[in-house]
């Protein structure tokens, strides 16, 4: 039995109250909608569904307008990337948690190119859920450690590859930020190594990202992990 409630119903949505961040949790399993819908509460976020993944998840997903899909892809099997592509593409605004058990990096990988905007155990502190709510709606992209590490070590290799090409030769701020993104840090750390501020460093990480057509080909070049 699909659980739901109506958007218009919102908290937040009223004339002069500020609106809260809707949040759609799509799972199979009753006992993941039942805490994911819990921890979600807050102040400034709402659930604006909570519903099994039987059918019209993306369509229900376009009409909500939510801000975040909470997506059990355990529960989706051979579906999940599939379903992350459709939501992504009829709701672009929406930004996907892909939410794993457990997670694996390979799959986490696989999960962002289809769209997701995060990919975390269903077994995260879930006190710590609304932070990634507001964290997923500000633009971040929410990941484990150890997936944020390989893909930087699979972005650096990636880079080196293409540094050789005409109008793609990276800066040498450029290339230290993604080498020591590749070893871990969190952008705040390799600011503070290099000395500059955060957003110097995202703005180095988006150019190294456009020389590279990262958003395009080099993701698949990612995935796939260095040639040879």
Known sequence: MRERKQAAARPGAQAGTTRKLGVLVCSDDPFTRRAFSSAAGARDIAVVAKLDLTGGVEALAEGLDPD???????????????????????APTARILACDAPTGIEFGLLC???????????????????????????????????????????FVS???RARSAPGRKLSVPESQVLELLRRGPTLPEVANELGIGVGTVQR?????????????????????????
């Open 68 to 90: 975040v899909v909470v997506l059990d892809v355990q529960t989706q099997a051979g579906r999940a990337l599939g379903t992350i592509q459709r939501l992504h593409e009829q």
């Open 112 to 154: 962002l190119i289809a769209g997701a905007s995060g990919y975390v155990s269903k077994e995260i502190d879930l006190a710590a859920f609304p932070r990634l709510v507001r964290s997923l709606s500000g633009g971040e992209t929410v990941i484990p450690r150890a997936l944020a590490t390989e893909l930087a070590h699979r």
């Open 158 to 160: 990636a880079s080196r």
């Open 204 to 228: 180095h990480l988006g150019s190294a990202r456009r020389k590279l057509s990262a958003h395009r080909i080099e993701w698949r070049a990612v995935a796939n992990g260095p040639a040879g």
